[in-house]
């Protein structure tokens, strides 16, 4: 076989080992599933997982990394929508269209449901939200240049700020079965404003 068609093969059977991943791990959970499971979903020797992942928890880490792609994606379209300055419209749609998709990727809404192994700062760790963290920061300092957001904020900080606040509204929103509302609760409101004032230039002496 060449080299070329190796790794191919290679990228595919990593791809399938993490889509097998996603499904057994949302439905039964971390403990319960094993690699020889894995494995046999995929048609692979159990030996063969441990060519792309050292252990059960990478696979896992991997799993839930590409679950968390797909709302990523909706994140993304979210804030290129236009809400008309309104940073309480802007997040509103944010966290209940994350909710939303959390539900249709189980995996991922187990993770933020407090399941299973991961703990808040593995999740933020994650390279799919490092990356859209990173994409945000660029989006704030565009703020920046446009005089709608404060100057003297580091990009990088206040992006991180952001998406924790998200993602623990999210959270919450998953383990209280909450559905989307048309108006925010008042806790959220509250939170919002503050942020809001965090994130807007002083107005002049």
Not at 29 to 40: E, P, Y
Not at 59 to 69: I, K, P, Q, T
Not at 118 to 138: H, V
């Amino acid at each position: 076989m060449a080299l070329s068609e190796q790794v191919r093969k290679g990228v595919r059977t990593r791809a399938a080992l993490i889509q097998a991943a996603i499904g057994r791990f949302a439905s039964e959970g971390f403990q319960r599933v094993s690699l020889t499971d894995i494995a046999r979903d995929v048609g692979v020797s159990p030996t063969a997982v441990y060519h792309y992942f050292p252990d059960k928890e990478a696979l896992f880490e991997a799993a839930v990394d590409a679950d968390a792609e797909a709302l990523v994606t909706f994140a993304r379209d979210v804030l290129t929508r236009d809400v008309g300055g309104s940073l309480l419209e802007l997040l509103g749609r944010l966290a209940s269209g994350l909710v939303t998709a959390a539900h249709e990727h189980p995996l991922v809404g187990r993770v933020l449901a407090g399941a299973d192994i991961m703990t808040p700062d593995r999740i933020l760790a994650l390279p799919t939200l490092a990356e859209f963290r990173s994409e945000l920061a660029e989006l704030l300092q565009l703020g920046q240049e446009l005089g709608l957001v404060r100057r003297d904020l580091d990009p990088a900080v206040a992006a991180l700020g952001l998406e924790t606040v998200v993602l623990n509204q999210v959270a919450y929103l998953v383990v209280s079965g909450a559905v989307e509302k048309h108006e925010p609760d008042a806790r959220w409101a509250a939170v919002v404003d503050l942020l809001d004032a965090a994130l807007r230039p002083l107005p002049p002496p």
